[in-house]
């Protein structure tokens, strides 16, 4: 990788990452890489809040429909392919835009991030216990073998009890031992969107609103037609699951709104939480009026004094 720092924009959803990366674009002749794993599936577009060709404006981004809905997320794969596309860029006299709201991917991305190996029999059955059993016993199951890590995974999030036990039984050490600090190995200057809770939840609530009425039911029933409900990770996605709820009449559509706005709501403050543990991150306000005059100066700030 080249010295040269690449700027990242980060913060929690709906905050307005993707317009600002754009402005920044558009000033310093740079093209985005996205760190957002849900908008790596093709044709998951509306519910993923992925930009336009209209949008974009002929800005290339990278990472995007990289991968079918079949398709199971792959961290270490994603990461790859985004690093390639940042030396691409950086060979092309561009500047890489990293943007997106996911830790583990900005992470893997940009810092020395290891991740254990696999074992896909032993996956499989805990898959299969979790598919028979749901997540709640798979939580409990956790919580003897590895209680701190069982504090900081959601009980109802199937897919990251099933890899935390995995890990637990091929390398025999609680899983969060796996996780060594980060050391950066792709400079960055890492600038984050702060936003107050009552702002944030107000633009969680419009977005998922301007999406159903966008279109997110008919996307869904379209991606349902090509195999969603049987896809390992896609089905999973906040938006998708519950719409797939709707179509299969589980919930109304009233209900179905409440609980992605609910499950937006309480993954931003996830984020919001995970993202202030990195001291390396500047923050600056979602709503100064001159944001991209703000973020791009601290970037240049920084180039200058290296």
């Known amino acids: 990788m080249k010295s040269q720092p690449v700027l990242t924009i980060i913060g929690p959803t709906a905050v307005g990452k993707t317009a600002l990366a754009l402005d920044c ?6 093209e985005l890489v996205g760190t957002d794993s849900m908008q790596a599936f093709t044709g998951m577009d509306i519910g993923t809040a992925k930009p336009s060709a209209a949008e974009l404006g002929g800005i290339s981004h990278h990472m995007l429909d990289i991968w079918p809905i079949s398709h199971s997320a792959d961290v270490v794969q994603f990461r790859d392919m985004a690093r390639e596309s940042i030396e691409a860029v950086q060979s092309r006299g561009k500047f890489p835009i990293v943007v997106g709201g996911s830790v583990l991917y900005v992470k893997a991305i940009l810092d020395q991030f290891d991740f254990p190996e696999t074992d896909p029999h032993i996956r499989s059955r805990y898959e299969a216990m979790l598919e028979q059993e749901g997540p709640e016993k798979l939580h409990e199951l956790l919580a003897i073998k590895d209680p701190l890590t069982a504090t900081n995974i959601l009980p109802g ?3 990251r009890i099933v890899r935390a036990l995995e890990v ?5 050490k609680p899983y969060n031992s796996r996780l060594p600090e980060p050391v950066e190995v792709i400079p960055s200057v890492r600038v984050g969107l702060e936003i107050d809770r009552p702002s944030m939840d107000a633009r969680i609530h419009a977005r998922v609103n301007n999406m159903c009425e966008a279109g997110l ?25 519950q719409v797939l709820d709707f179509l299969s009449g589980g919930i109304t559509e009233s209900l179905m709104r409440e609980k992605i706005v609910y499950a937006t709501q309480k993954f931003a403050r996830r984020q919001q939480r ?5 001291p390396r991150i500047h923050w600056v306000r979602w709503d100064d009026k001159n944001l991209s005059d703000v973020v791009l100066s601290h970037f240049n700030e920084i180039l200058s004094s290296q």
């Open 25 to 30: 674009a558009r000033e310093i002749d740079g």
């Open 157 to 159: 999030n199937g897919r």
């Open 168 to 172: 637990i039984e091929i390398t025999g």
């Open 217 to 241: 039911i008919e996307e869904v029933r379209e991606l349902q037609n090509q195999g969603l409900r049987s896809a390992p990770t896609a089905s999973r996605a906040i938006g998708y699951s």
């Open 274 to 278: 995970w993202f202030r543990q990195d």
